[in-house]
């Protein structure tokens, strides 16, 4: 499998700060977005991988990509990772996310 990973990403500080708190290196963040499947909801793509896809990675790596997700927004000067979590139902609780993100007024009193 080719782990190209030459893609070009921007890291938020709550990235940074949740991979860090959560064992996830950028490198192991860049093969998510380079090699997995993605979902687009909300505006964000959740990056995710298969168990048909963790096969081609070495146990080590599978250890780490197993129920990770990577969200990525695009901006005007590319795509940069919001933040990162592990959910063994992530496939499913991204499905049932609403297409839109819900936009709140505040009601005056």
Do not use: P
């Not at 500080?13 to 993605?38: L, Y």
């Not at 080590?60 to 979590?85: A, M, P, S």
């Amino acid at each position: 499998m080719n782990l190209d990973l030459g893609l070009m990403l921007e890291f938020s500080h709550h990235a940074t700060q949740r991979a860090s708190q959560r064992g996830v290196t950028r490198n192991i963040m860049r093969i998510m977005v380079n090699q997995g499947e993605v979902i687009r909801k909300q505006g964000i793509k959740y990056y995710f991988m298969t168990h048909n896809t963790l096969r081609y990675f070495d146990l080590k790596t599978q250890d780490k990509l197993r129920n990770l997700v990577v969200l990525v927004k695009r901006k005007e000067r590319g795509d940069i990772v919001i933040t990162c979590y592990k959910d063994e139902r992530a496939i499913k609780n991204i499905k049932h996310k609403q297409k839109r993100l819900a936009r709140y007024t505040r009601w005056s009193a």
